[in-house]
C-alpha cells in the first residue's frame, strides 16, 4: 500500500510504502459502529442522580383509608404516580456505561477507518509537521497553505509549540499516534499523519 507524501503546499511530492493490513482492508460498517459506540460510552461519566420514591421526603403514612372515600386507592405520597413523588427507575451516579471491546476487534475497527480515509482522499502523510513558535496565526497560515481546513494532526510526539498553538483553532486537533481515536478520525475532514506517527501507528496496531 503507497499513501500519498505531501509537502508544505499540500502537493503530492512522493508515496511512503504503508502496511496492507492496516491501510488495505475492507470496509466494515458494523465494526466501525461498534467501535465508536463503545469508545462514546466508556468516555461517559455517570453524574446524574434522580430520587426514587424512597429518596424524596415525603411521609410514609397512608394518605387514606383504602375502602370508602370514592377516590382511587394511594399507599403513600412519594408514590412515582403522585406530583412530587419519586421517579420510576431513577438515574444513579453509579451506573456504569461501559462497554468492553476485544483488543483485536478495537485494532480491526481503527484499521478499517484508516482504510477508509485512504480511499476517500482523507489521508495524508507529511515527512515532519512543526511550527517555529507557539502562534495561532503561523500554524492557521501553514494549514491554509496546505489546503487544510479541518484537520487532525497525528504526530509520533508531543511539539509544544505545535500543541499550544491548535488550542484556539476549533477545526484542528493535534494527537499523539498512540491517542488517536475512532470519533476523531471519523469527524475531521483531514487527517494529516507525520511519517514517525504512521511507524507508530503500525506498530501499535499491527
Known amino acids: 500500500m503507497e499513501l500519498k507524501l505531501i509537502n508544505d503546499d499540500g502537493q503530492a511530492a512522493a508515496s ?26 466508556n468516555a ?12 424524596v421526603a415525603k411521609s410514609t403514612r397512608k394518605p387514606w383509608r383504602q375502602k370508602g372515600t370514592g377516590r382511587a386507592r394511594s399507599g403513600m405520597a412519594s408514590s412515582p404516580l403522585w406530583r412530587g413523588g419519586g421517579k420510576i427507575f431513577p438515574n444513579s451516579p453509579e451506573e456504569n456505561f461501559s462497554h468492553k471491546v476485544n483488543r483485536k476487534m ?17 489521508l495524508s502523510v507529511v515527512e515532519n509537521f512543526t511550527v517555529d ?41 493535534v494527537v499523539e499516534a498512540g491517542h488517536a481515536d475512532p470519533v476523531s478520525l471519523m469527524r475531521f475532514a483531514s487527517v494529516l499523519m507525520t511519517r514517525g506517527a504512521l511507524t507508530k501507528i503500525e506498530e501499535l496496531l499491527a
Open 16 to 41: 511512503v510504502s504503508a502496511s496492507d493490513a492496516l491501510f488495505g482492508r475492507e470496509y466494515n460498517e458494523s465494526l466501525i459502529h461498534q467501535v465508536v459506540t463503545a469508545y462514546l460510552a
Open 133 to 173: 513558535a507557539p502562534k495561532t496565526n503561523v500554524l492557521a497560515r501553514k494549514l491554509k497553505d496546505m489546503g487544510l481546513n479541518d484537520v487532525m494532526i497525528i504526530t509520533d510526539s508531543v511539539d509544544e509549540n505545535l500543541y499550544l498553538s491548535s488550542r484556539n483553532l476549533p477545526h484542528v486537533l
Open 106 to 122: 478495537y485494532r480491526a475497527g481503527i484499521g478499517a477507518i484508516l482504510s477508509q480515509l485512504v480511499r476517500e482522499d482523507r
Open 44 to 55: 461517559r461519566s455517570a453524574n446524574r442522580a434522580q430520587k426514587g420514591r424512597s429518596d
